[in-house]
């Protein structure tokens, strides 16, 4: 009888804790998801790569949500794979926005698919973030509903060119890609490193991203580099293409040093090039190189635990890529945590265009009705491939 005395107590008192608890169940269980769609590549040539960013997403996702999600919202990622088609990442952004519970869109990566999302979200008026460094003529349009995560190719070029001074250069060959961001890129390098005086010879000879060997055209570059004798070769390129390029002109005898763009900063690139790539020389995004940034660098911290959770979760370190998508991701936490009251489109952009001093992988974030690009030139570091490793590189009184 006791013993049935004190289970039906402890009983009692476990439904009367459940019905007090109850409305809280209740509550947060009534908080609908914040969507948000991500369209990107997750097939074809770009593949491996933005497969590093759904992993780095969805692993900052988890995170956000043990954490207590946005304000007892969880956050959820609605994503699609546009295949690599332009058509296919239209129907996805289209998609997107007629679903009325889907807050914002992340991606695509690729610059050709971008510029048609990006007139979508202007025409349907939600938020589009973009990973990949976009042509200036697109960013130049200041659409009010699309927001870029990495620096743009005026702030690439420029630093750059602070490479090349520091360096002591005073005539640099471009070798472009024949697509509008490495196209883009040698244009802008141009200009900057004229303005400081460096002779800069873009050459007429170009290459497709598809090609596998560029000895044709080095071959009549050859004669350019020693007439002119010039102090460094710009492989302006992006992916496969960058290694081929340097082994190629190492395979010719030409022992020029080369200078490369920040998509040289990514494992695969030496694993390519293998001995060849040795002292190629580029300018690229912190997390590049996490475990070489100054100590009072305030991202550092971040850019650290990033990389040991990637590590712990996915035996791979973060690259620049996985730091653009730990980015976007808390910039859109960030974002949802100002919006007050019921968060529509409009409250979210909003919240986004003031965002500032946000601390993240890449660097500090600021953005404005005016200024869309969120980060600066500060915020890149100079690389070198030394030992089959990157290594940052310093010159005194330049940042």
């Known amino acids: 009888m006791k013993a049935f005395s004190k289970f039906g107590v402890v009983t009692i008192l476990f439904v009367l804790c459940f019905i007090l608890a109850w409305p809280l169940f209740a509550s947060a269980a009534a908080k609908a998801p914040y969507k948000i769609g991500v369209n990107l590549e997750l097939t074809g040539p770009w593949a491996e790569i933005t497969k590093t960013v759904k992993m ?26 546009n295949g690599f088609e332009q058509g296919r990442a239209a129907a996805i952004m289209n998609k997107f926005t007629r679903a009325k519970d889907i807050l914002a869109v992340v991606g695509p990566f690729e610059d050709p698919l971008q510029a048609t999302t990006r007139a979508i979200a202007e025409r349907e008026q939600i938020t589009n973030i973009i990973f990949c460094p976009s042509n200036p003529m697109v960013r130049g349009l200041k659409q009010r509903w699309s ?119 990514f494992g ?87 965002t500032k001093g946000f601390k993240a992988c890449h660097g500090i974030y600021n953005y404005s009705p005016t200024d869309h690009d969120g980060l600066s030139k500060k915020d890149m570091v100079f690389i070198r491939i030394e030992g089959g490793k990157f290594k940052r590189i310093t010159f005194v009184g330049t940042k």
Not at 198 to 219: A, F
Not at 240 to 265: C, E, S, W
Not at 275 to 301: I, N, S
Request: glycine share 10%; aromatic share 8%.
């Open 147 to 265: 927001f870029n995560i990495a620096q743009s190719d005026i702030v690439v070029s420029q630093k750059l060119v602070d490479l090349c001074l520091a360096r002591g250069y005073k005539k640099i060959l471009v070798f472009p890609g024949n697509w509008p961001l490495a196209l883009s890129l040698a244009k802008y390098f141009k200009q900057f490193g004229e303005e400081k005086g460096i002779k800069v010879i873009v050459s007429q000879e170009t290459h497709n991203p598809t090609d596998i060997d560029m000895t044709p055209q080095l071959i009549k570059l050859k004669p350019i580099i020693e007439k002119e004798k010039v102090d460094a070769f710009y492989a302006c390129t992006g992916g496969p293409p960058g290694p081929i390029i340097v082994k190629n002109l190492r395979a010719l005898g030409i022992k020029t040093p080369v200078l490369g763009t920040h998509a040289f900063g």
């Open 268 to 354: 695969f690139i030496i694993a390519l090039g293998g001995a060849a790539m040795e002292g190629v020389e580029f300018a690229a995004g912190k997390p590049v190189v996490p475990y070489q940034l100054d100590k009072d660098d305030p991202v550092q911290p971040i850019v650290i635990d990033f990389d040991k959770r990637m590590q712990a979760r996915y035996g791979q370190g973060l690259d620049q890529i996985a730091g653009h998508a730990h980015d976007a991701t808390w910039l859109v936490y960030d974002a949802l945590k100002r919006c007050e009251g019921k968060v529509t489109r409009a409250q979210f952009r909003d919240a986004l265009e003031n």
């Open 56 to 81: 780095a997403m969805a692993m900052e996702v988890e995170r956000i949500n043990a954490q207590g999600g946005v304000d007892g919202h969880p956050l959820e990622l609605v994503i699609e794979d």
